[in-house]
């Protein structure tokens, strides 16, 4: 494999540079204020259909088809019922985030 070292950073008009997120590939089937979420293996996620009913109302068309991945952006917990956690390290933080934070299945079987 080669790889090659770059002094400055790379930029041509002709490419087109996005964040890389990591979650849930899907395909979102947008019609009025129905949308039905599916997996890249063609399965319709069902357990969270607030997902599928909050992109069909953010998006400002009738009918559509996205592709892309659905993420759970993760924070800092910095207080929990009451305590305030600022002083803890930030592994410990990042442990009873791990504990609260919903959760999400691979893929719902339809």
Request: glycine share 6%.
């Amino acid at each position: 494999m080669y790889f090659a070292v770059a002094r400055e950073p790379f930029d041509h008009p002709d490419w087109l540079y996005e964040l890389k997120w990591d979650g849930f590939r899907a395909l979102a089937y947008i019609d009025g204020h129905q949308c039905k979420l599916v997996s890249r293996r063609g399965r319709e996620y069902k357990s969270r259909p607030y997902w599928g009913t909050e992109l069909a109302h953010a998006v400002r068309c009738d009918q559509a088809i996205l592709n892309g991945e659905i993420v759970c952006l993760r924070f800092d917990l910095l207080w929990l019922d009451g305590e305030n956690l600022r002083s803890l390290p930030l592994h410990q933080r990042k442990r009873r985030l791990a504990r609260i934070r919903p959760r999400i299945r691979r893929e719902q079987k339809v």
